[in-house]
């Protein structure tokens, strides 16, 4: 069983920098996969970015701006979001799947806004 909790969310101005974290209690291994996504008002979810054993992939909204990086453990995931833009304000949610079993945090919200 694997748990996902987010932290890092909060207020910060358009331009700013925020840094997420989503510490994974459970196994997460190099054979899983992880990504963020995020939900805004009235939206529906949207993949943001994910990592893997293979590599990075980004949504074209964040290309540039975000960095998705991992601990050598892969028990923590970071989400380092720089330039932030009103657009950015979303719940971020972290996901993980391993064994082909899906899980996913209570997500953390950020709000850009000046």
């Known amino acids: 069983q694997v748990q996902l909790v987010e932290s890092g969310g909060g207020l910060v101005q358009p331009g700013g920098s925020l840094r997420l974290s989503c510490a994974a209690s459970g196994s997460m291994s190099s054979g899983s996969l992880m990504a963020w996504y995020r939900q805004a008002p009235g939206k529906q979810r949207e993949f943001v970015a994910e990592m893997s054993s293979v590599g990075k992939n980004y949504a074209d909204s964040v290309k540039g701006r975000f960095t998705i990086s991992r601990t050598n453990t892969w028990n923590t995931l970071y989400l380092q979001m720089n330039s932030l833009k009103v657009e950015d304000t979303a719940v971020y949610y972290c996901?993980?799947?391993?064994?082909?079993?899906?899980?996913w945090g209570k997500g953390t919200l950020v709000t850009v806004s000046s």
């Open positions: 996901y993980g799947r391993k064994d082909g079993m899906d899980y």
